[in-house]
């Protein structure tokens, strides 16, 4: 009996865990992939954070939040935390949500005069 105790206690341990971000991520479908667009503007708040990163940025009059890449594989693609700092100047490229007109799912963005490729 004891075993299973202990096994359950680790169950409920990882689900626990895993539960919030799991649930926080999303599918991609809530973007439309029918109407890319690019932004260029002036970082506001970025986030180097899992499972997305993000970048609100400054652009054509209003404030935008930019979905981001994980941050492993910003990381391995050459994207440094600091090229997207707060006051930096970025240009994103990607898909608008379908239901939020202030966010987009960015496929690359230039920083520090390099492209990342971020799908």
């Known amino acids: 009996m004891k075993p299973f105790i202990v096994r359950f206690g680790i169950a409920l341990s990882v689900a626990a ?4 971000a799991a649930y ?4 991609w479908s809530e973007y439309d992939s029918n109407k890319g667009f690019k932004l260029t503007g002036k970082v506001m708040e970025s986030g180097y954070e ?4 993000y970048v609100r940025l400054q652009a054509e009059g209003k404030t935008w939040i930019a979905v981001l890449a994980p941050p492993f594989r910003m990381e391995n ?16 490229e ?10 987009m799912r960015a496929e690359r963005i230039t920083a520090d005069g390099k492209t990342v490729e971020l799908r």
């Open 50 to 53: 899992h499972p997305h990163g």
């Open 94 to 103: 990607g898909y608008p949500h379908r239901s939020k007109a202030d966010e």
């Open 24 to 27: 926080a991520h999303h599918g």
């Open 17 to 20: 865990t895993l539960g919030p």
């Open 77 to 92: 693609r050459g994207l440094a935390k600091t090229a997207i700092a707060p006051g930096a100047t970025v240009t994103v």
